[in-house]
């Protein structure tokens, strides 16, 4: 494909004929007459050798290849609305901007929590908006990251991407304070043998993948979108969870429950912030990062680097907590 040949424009018409199904509507919303944007579709339709949009009736509906273009060119257009976008110096005091970063609860409720006060202080005209990661994140990572600033996520999950790492955590386990069954230890019996409440997702199931490299197979009761929710599923029941332990210092203050240490080497949380390289030399992506890091270093106490390139080291790993 020769980029040099196609109208850029045209993926604003594609976007939005495809998300309006309508051409009048569609030219209505990128500026065009009806008759310019009915050119653009005849355009599109042969470029594509297709139809994109086809009548039935009286409304159009879409082919499938036009179902398939239809997030394609709206991801196109955030990423073509970044590019130009980006710039050659940020002053943090003056700009207006917002930051769009993909985090799971604990992520935004530990570090981002923490990212936006120092924002508070320093750049008053700078927006952070968190979304929670949908599972494509995964299987699609570049697509995903292309639309936002940054994803929070720990290591292990995803790989190839430029990163900066921001802090350690280690997982503790939640009881209920009245459970009869627990003492002042855990073990791995009690393990095998309580009821479980998990976090849901499966890259970020962390009783099941590592309890299973024990041989031991939870046997889960209550599963859970985010991770705040899970002291609360374990309060006034036999149930056992694991958690965060920078989570774990506020769930013992809002449900009736015990943070106690795992009877086993439970790998360490490694957080760290992902990015796509489109914004890699970005000014106010470059501040956006180096405050990210300084926050990091805070919360573990320890200097962190950013990540030169990706699928790189960020320098030496913060210290155990």
Same mark, same amino acid.
């Given at each position: 494909? %020769?980029?040099?040949?196609?109208?850029?424009?045209?993926?604003?018409?594609?976007?939005?004929?495809?998300?309006?199904?309508?051409?009048?509507?569609?030219? +209505?919303? =990128?500026?065009?007459?009806?008759?310019?944007?009915?050119?653009?579709?005849?355009?599109?339709?042969?470029?594509?050798?297709?139809?994109?949009?086809?009548?039935?009736? %009286?409304?159009? +509906?879409?082919?499938?290849?036009?179902?398939?273009?239809?997030?394609?060119?709206?991801?196109?257009?955030?990423?073509?609305?970044?590019?130009?976008?980006?710039?050659?110096?940020?002053?943090?005091?003056?700009?207006?901007?917002?930051?769009?970063?993909?985090?799971?609860?604990?992520?935004?409720?530990?570090?981002?929590?923490?990212?936006?006060?120092?924002?508070?202080? +320093?750049?008053?005209?700078?927006?952070? !908006?968190? #979304?929670?990661?949908?599972?494509?994140?995964?299987?699609? !990572?570049?697509?995903?990251?292309?639309?936002?600033?940054?994803?929070?996520?720990?290591?292990?999950?995803?790989?190839?991407?430029?990163?900066?790492?921001?802090?350690?955590?280690?997982?503790?386990?939640?009881?209920?304070?009245? %459970?009869?069954?627990?003492?002042?230890?855990?073990?791995?019996?009690?393990?095998?043998?309580?009821?479980?409440?998990?976090? #849901?997702?499966?890259?970020?199931?962390?009783?099941?993948?590592?309890?299973?490299?024990?041989?031991?197979?939870?046997?889960? +009761?209550?599963? =859970?979108?985010?991770?705040?929710?899970?002291?609360?599923?374990?309060?006034?029941?036999?149930?056992?969870?694991?958690?965060?332990?920078?989570?774990?210092?506020?769930?013992?203050?809002?449900?009736a429950v015990r943070?106690?240490?795992?009877?086993?080497?439970?790998?360490?949380?490694?957080?760290?912030?992902?990015?796509?390289?489109?914004? !890699?030399?970005?000014?106010?992506?470059?501040?956006?990062?180096?405050?990210?890091?300084?926050?990091?270093?805070?919360?573990?106490?320890?200097?962190?680097?950013?990540?030169?390139?990706?699928?790189q080291g960020a320098?030496?790993?913060?210290?155990?907590?």
């Open positions: 494909m %020769n980029l040099s040949r196609l109208d850029l424009n045209l993926v604003l018409a594609l976007r939005a004929l495809l998300e309006e199904r309508n051409v009048t509507r569609a030219g +209505e919303r =990128v500026g065009l007459s009806q008759p310019a944007m009915s050119a653009a579709l005849s355009r599109l339709r042969r470029h594509f050798d297709d139809e994109l949009l086809a009548r039935t009736g %009286n409304v159009y +509906e879409l082919t499938p290849l036009g179902v398939a273009l239809r997030d394609r060119s709206a991801t196109a257009c955030d990423l073509l609305e970044r590019v130009f976008s980006s710039q050659a110096e940020f002053d943090p005091a003056a700009e207006i901007r917002e930051f769009t970063l993909l985090a799971a609860d604990y992520g935004a409720a530990v570090f981002g929590a923490a990212l936006a006060r120092v924002l508070h202080r +320093e750049a008053s005209g700078i927006r952070l !908006t968190f #979304q929670h990661p949908a599972p494509s994140v995964v299987d699609n !990572t570049a697509t995903v990251l292309s639309t936002v600033d940054g994803l929070l996520m720990p290591h292990g999950v995803i790989d190839g991407f430029p990163f900066v790492d921001l802090h350690q955590d280690r997982w503790l386990c939640l009881v209920a304070d009245d %459970n009869p069954e627990v003492g002042d230890e855990l073990t791995l019996d009690h393990l095998a043998r309580m009821p479980w409440a998990v976090y #849901q997702r499966p890259y970020d199931a962390p009783a099941a993948r590592q309890l299973s490299m024990l041989g031991i197979s939870p046997r889960v +009761e209550v599963s =859970v979108q985010t991770f705040q929710l899970l002291p609360h599923m374990v309060e006034g029941t036999r149930r056992v969870a694991m958690i965060q332990e920078r989570l774990a210092v506020k769930a013992v203050r809002s449900a943070a106690l240490p795992c009877p086993f080497d439970a790998v360490p949380v490694q957080e760290a912030m992902w990015w796509h390289p489109v914004h !890699t030399q970005d000014a106010a992506h470059i501040w956006l990062r180096q405050k990210a890091a300084e926050v990091g270093a805070t919360l573990t106490g320890h200097g962190t680097a950013e990540a030169p390139s990706a699928g320098g030496p790993a913060p210290g155990r907590l």
